[in-house]
């Protein structure tokens, strides 16, 4: 009978990566006090220094706050440029019509 894969959660997988970058423990003591095997904590650890630049190379993505209020903001803009336009073809309609 075989073992079925765990799948861990990247909040876990962070976690277990920055204690080994860290370097406060040895990987074979932070994969026993995790429960994963210590080539799983290199791994993590191995992505966790490639990814980390992105932190700081890419801008904060909007909270979903601004995201809501910039949302509202531009659809109030369309339905005033909507109303303009239909004052617009009212209005030409009257002086060619």
Do not use: C, N
């Not at 910039?70 to 440029?81: M, S, W």
């Amino acid at each position: 009978m075989s073992k079925k894969r765990r799948q861990h959660q990247p909040e876990f997988k962070a976690r277990v990566g920055l204690e080994a970058l860290k370097g406060l423990a040895p990987i074979h003591a932070i994969a026993a006090k995790f429960q994963v095997h210590p080539v799983q904590v290199t791994q993590w650890k191995k992505e966790l220094l490639t990814r980390l630049p992105e932190v700081f190379a890419r801008k904060a993505p909007p909270s979903v706050a601004e995201a809501e209020a910039r949302e509202a903001t531009l659809y109030q803009k369309i339905g005033q440029l909507e109303v303009e336009l239909d004052w617009l073809k009212k209005k030409s309609a009257q002086l060619h019509g």
